[in-house]
């Protein structure tokens, strides 16, 4: 049981740049996040799925898209990295709903965009 | 909106110190709140949580209450141990659907 897992670990970029950050979950959980963590700022959600085939816009949505590709997968790209999207990204998921249940989050990927 | 805020760091302490970190919150409705480990190098995880005013989450010697009346949930440590040496984020989840809003988090440095 891996919980959640994210690839790459590490990656530099230049600007205007794309790629993909990758995220799977093996728990059955109904709900995935991305979030970034920009320093003295916490946790931002960036998007989320609430369940398969849904994606809804978090709190810093833009320059980013992202694909639920299905209950495990949950993908986020970056189209035209730019220099602001420096930062350390997480994956979570959890059961959803209206309850007060835990996020289980991946082990980040720490993005340099130059 | 809702939001959390907490003090800011770090909180430098010495081996079986007593800990608190602060951390208020706003929100309309009745919260859910979370307090969230970050160790070094790794995601975060689950440290505590209370879903209803007057609770009290507890888990590996920490314990935070949910205030109300004074919109509260502070982290509190009776004797705090080196390995205890990470980010520590207040957090709170609204009516409806589960989003987690974070505070800035707080550095919590423990020597020997």
């Known amino acids: 049981n891996a919980g959640v897992t994210q690839t790459p670990k590490f990656q530099v970029l230049k600007t205007g740049q794309s790629m993909t950050l990758q995220c799977a979950q093996d728990?059955?959980?109904?709900?995935m996040y991305w979030y970034r963590q920009d320093p003295g700022m916490g946790l931002r959600l960036i998007y989320y799925?609430?369940?398969?085939?849904?994606?809804d816009k978090g709190e810093v949505p833009n320059g980013y898209n992202v694909s639920r590709l299905n209950k495990r997968e949950f993908s986020l790209r970056l189209e035209s990295a730019a220099p602001s999207q420096t930062s350390v990204y997480f994956c979570?998921?959890?059961?959803?709903?209206?309850?007060?249940?835990?996020?289980?989050f991946g082990p980040g990927t720490r993005l340099t965009v130059l | 909106g809702n939001s959390v805020t907490q003090m800011e760091g770090p909180v430098t302490l010495s081996e079986e110190a007593f800990l608190t970190i602060n951390c208020t919150y706003t929100?309309?409705?009745?919260?859910?709140l979370f307090w969230y480990v970050q160790y070094p190098g790794e995601g975060l995880q689950l440290l505590l949580k209370?879903?209803?005013?007057?609770d009290k989450g507890s888990n590996k010697g920490f314990e935070a209450t949910y205030r109300k009346e004074t919109t509260s949930f502070h982290l509190e440590k009776g004797s705090v141990q080196v390995s205890d040496s990470a980010v520590y984020f207040c957090?709170?989840?609204?009516?409806?659907?589960?989003?987690?809003?974070f505070g800035t988090g707080t550095r919590l440095l423990v020597s020997p």
């Open positions: 799925s609430a369940s398969e085939g849904t994606t």
């Open positions: 728990m059955n959980h109904n709900s």
């Open positions: 957090a709170l989840v609204n009516t409806g659907f589960q989003k987690l809003v």
């Open positions: 209370a879903t209803k005013a007057d």
């Open positions: 929100a309309t409705g009745y919260p859910s």
């Open positions: 979570a998921s959890g059961l959803g709903g209206t309850g007060s249940d835990e996020q289980f």
